[in-house]
DNA sequence: TCCAACGAAATTGTTGACAATATCTCTGAC
DNA sequence: GTCAGAGATATTGTCAACAATTTCGTTGGA
């Protein structure tokens, strides 16, 4: 391959991208060292571009900087993950009501139709496209809200839990026991009941933490 | 004086705290340009340590950074501080719950002094008391909760809301409004009762919520 | 008087070299 | 066999010069 080595701003984009990918696909795991030269060698950029996609990173919580001892993948403790949930249970509480009073008869019948899919993933026994309509629903909740803020919060929230997130969905039995959950906010999105929304979006989150705690702690590798 | 020039890891800090404090303060406003080398003149620090600072402060969302086109502050519209403070009102609805559930023998008996204190504070006509006791309350009630993520996330947001926070402080009247609301969240937490203080924390920024639908755009300067 | 084009100044972006520190490896004594 | 210490290596931190870009002011023309 010729010297494409990427520079500056983009450099920064691919490196952090990069890193994310790896991340999600599990081809780094929590505690593992990121030392600067091996990052700019597989991304092909320079050391700059790294040291700041790492800063980047750290801000979102991906990342844990310690001065003069280099990056390392954050670990999250499950005590950690069910903090989280409990944020996102209420701030998803937010959207899931602010949805309800505002979707338009467009977004519901898209909603409708996400739930349709929902089940015949589940049916079919398909786990990776039931976990893609799952965040498909939680995103769209969210845009549908018109809480900016709050759906800026949760994507930063839902990037720390990647790790448990594929750990929670490889559960047997999860799929048909957070269907129900899932039909259950469409429903009340589709029927402009904001308290039940609320409610039912609580209750999903509310049942992951009860999985989390039955988690055992991540096999560290 | 000296040529006491603040380096490196050093400088960052002092540079991003500097800001800080001059958002706080007033003497930065909204929308204004942040240019690297008066920073590095007034703080005494190289412009590498500016440059980390900024990267830190736009991590915040207290500072904009539009490549090639430097940094400017930030600037909230009321749109968007609404939507900040109905965040604020599900992770501190969550934080009271907590509290009212977690809280020690101790820590019931401090809050009721935090109480105390404002009702003087209000009696006197004491405003800037009552604004640091409203801050320590808030701060109280998110530690007593043991919810680090919200308490995080709350931090953050705070950050982004000093002008408003500033604005509504000073409106004619809004004391003597917030406090029995203020009271409400003290004597649920104390009576350990989750629901009722998640209600009264939501409902006191509620009530901030409908302070900033009547707030006028702020004035640029 | 207004506008466009040009040039100068100001400002941000990037780089590579060097400095400071941490980590590892090897040796030797107990 | 283990541990302490010294040296070597690996890694991160800092900086100042240079490059690229934007912004501002000026000039000339319509």
Redesign the pocket.
């Not at 139709?113 to 015949?120: D, F, K, S, Y």
């Given at each position: 391959m010729a010297e494409n080595?990427v520079?500056?701003?983009?450099?920064?984009r691919v490196v952090s991208a990069g890193i994310r990918r790896a991340l999600s696909a599990g081809d780094m795991v929590p505690g593992q060292?990121?030392?600067?030269?091996?990052l700019s060698d597989t991304f092909h950029a320079?050391?700059?571009?790294v040291?700041?996609a790492l800063q980047d990173l750290a801000a979102e919580g991906l990342v844990e900087?310690?001065?003069?001892?280099?990056?390392r993948v954050r670990v999250v403790s499950v005590e950690e993950a069910i903090q989280i949930t409990e944020c996102r249970a209420t701030l998803e509480g937010l959207c899931a009501r602010r949805a309800a009073e505002l979707a338009t008869p467009e977004e519901r019948a898209e909603l409708r139709a996400i739930g349709a899919r929902m089940r015949e993933a589940v049916a079919e026994g398909d786990l990776d496209g039931y976990s893609a309509l799952n965040r498909q629903l939680h995103d769209f909740v969210a845009r549908v809200s018109g809480q900016q803020v709050a759906q800026g919060l949760l994507e930063r929230l839902n990037g720390q839990m990647v790790r448990f997130q594929f750990r929670l969905a490889m559960r047997p039995g999860r799929p048909s026991r957070s269907l129900p959950q899932h039909l259950a906010i469409i429903e009340a999105v589709d029927a402009a009941d904001p308290d039940a929304a609320e409610a039912a979006a609580r209750a999903h989150l509310d049942s992951v933490i009860l999985e989390l705690r039955a988690t055992p702690p991540p096999t560290a590798g």
């Amino acid at each position: 391959m010729a010297e494409n080595r990427v520079t500056g701003q983009e450099g920064r984009r691919v490196v952090s991208a990069g890193i994310r990918r790896a991340l999600s696909a599990g081809d780094m795991v929590p505690g593992q060292r990121l030392v600067e030269q091996e990052l700019s060698d597989t991304f092909h950029a320079t050391r700059s571009s790294v040291r700041e996609a790492l800063q980047d990173l750290a801000a979102e919580g991906l990342v844990e900087l310690v001065p003069r001892r280099g990056a390392r993948v954050r670990v999250v403790s499950v005590e950690e993950a069910i903090q989280i949930t409990e944020c996102r249970a209420t701030l998803e509480g937010l959207c899931a009501r602010r949805a309800a009073e505002l979707a338009t008869p467009e977004e519901r019948a898209e909603l409708r139709a996400i739930g349709a899919r929902m089940r015949e993933a589940v049916a079919e026994g398909d786990l990776d496209g039931y976990s893609a309509l799952n965040r498909q629903l939680h995103d769209f909740v969210a845009r549908v809200s018109g809480q900016q803020v709050a759906q800026g919060l949760l994507e930063r929230l839902n990037g720390q839990m990647v790790r448990f997130q594929f750990r929670l969905a490889m559960r047997p039995g999860r799929p048909s026991r957070s269907l129900p959950q899932h039909l259950a906010i469409i429903e009340a999105v589709d029927a402009a009941d904001p308290d039940a929304a609320e409610a039912a979006a609580r209750a999903h989150l509310d049942s992951v933490i009860l999985e989390l705690r039955a988690t055992p702690p991540p096999t560290a590798g």
